[in-house]
């Protein structure tokens, strides 16, 4: 009967006895850490950006089933949610008399890049540290846009206001401006394989990394521009709409995160809870 005994490894469980690794038939949560791990290294290395700028989200959420205990199917939603504001001082065209800037033009942008990885994990290692990967399929869509208030308004009395064109030249012209702008959306289809390491600091509950490898395929449709001016005949605002001249279609194979300013390649670490 002695030799049926096996103690149990203080590696797979803590003091009390309690298993460290999850089994079969349990679920896991896990939040993207890589944002507050970037800026806790900043603020020891004295860097600029150590502080988190509010303007949205940028991350992954993961969920994760174990079918066995080396085997799970996983989920892995990423979004890059940006909302940011810019503001101008213009002069007030009702003042003629005063040639100071009081008045504010707003530009408003928006950006939303969602994509969900559905895929199959496979796991090895035997103590704290296990190793896993495996391969998803990607569905994504990204929309962006920009939106214009102006302090100067149109009237028959003033024809062409003062207004501002935030750096683009194309934006005010004449009697014309822009009052809203939008990217065409693209829709992403992709196939991409991952690989990483989970360290279990206590009972199921760890910390990790994982690269990734993507083929995507993006669909982009027309982007959209609504403009107005002042109609002499009509005597009042007109508004038109101009739409992009086509439509693009690429294919990549990256390790990229597809944000606001382009594609950034980023680590992705994680914190996962398991139950």
């Known amino acids: 009967m002695a030799q049926d005994v096996i103690e149990n490894d203080p590696a797979?469980?803590?003091k009390r006895g309690v298993a460290l690794l999850p089994k079969a038939g349990n679920f896991a949560l896990g939040i993207d850490a890589s944002?507050?791990?970037?800026?806790?290294?900043?603020?020891?290395?004295?860097?600029?950006n150590n502080a988190p700028a509010l303007e949205g989200f940028n991350g992954n959420i993961y969920g994760k089933y174990f079918l066995k205990d080396n085997r799970a199917l996983r989920a892995r939603l990423n979004l890059n949610l940006t909302t940011t504001k810019r503001k101008a001082f213009v002069k007030d065209d009702e003042k003629t008399s005063e040639t100071s800037y009081?008045?504010?033009?707003?530009?408003?942008?928006?950006?939303?890049?969602?994509?969900?990885?559905?895929?199959?994990?496979?796991?090895?290692?035997t103590g704290r540290i296990q190793g896993f990967y495996g391969s998803e399929a990607i569905l994504g869509v990204t929309a962006s846009g920009y939106r214009y208030e102006y302090a100067n308004s149109?009237?028959?009395?003033?024809?062409s206001p003062s207004s501002t064109n935030f750096g683009d030249p194309n934006n005010v012209s004449g009697s014309s401006r822009d009052v809203e702008r939008k990217g065409g959306n693209t829709f992403t289809l992709g196939v991409g394989g991952f690989a990483g390491f989970e360290y279990f600091i206590a009972p199921r509950l760890s910390i990790g990394g994982e690269f990734n490898l993507r083929l995507k395929l993006d669909l982009e449709g027309k982007s959209e521009t609504k403009?107005?001016?002042?109609?002499?005949?009509?005597?009042?605002?007109?508004?038109?709409?101009?739409?992009g001249v086509r439509n693009s279609l690429s294919?990549?194979?990256?390790?990229?995160?597809?944000?606001?300013?382009?594609?950034?390649?980023?680590?992705?670490?994680?914190?996962m809870f398991h139950f």
């Open 12 to 14: 797979l469980t803590n």
């Open 251 to 271: 294919v990549k194979l990256n390790t990229k995160e597809k944000d606001d300013k382009g594609d950034n390649i980023k680590g992705i670490f994680f914190l």
């Open 35 to 48: 944002t507050p791990l970037t800026y806790l290294g900043n603020f020891f290395s004295n860097a600029s």
């Open 102 to 125: 009081t008045l504010e033009d707003v530009r408003k942008y928006n950006y939303a890049n969602i994509n969900l990885g559905l895929g199959y994990e496979f796991r090895r290692g």
């Open 227 to 243: 403009s107005e001016s002042w109609n002499a005949t009509n005597n009042a605002v007109e508004t038109k709409t101009a739409k």
């Open 154 to 159: 149109h009237k028959r009395t003033n024809t």
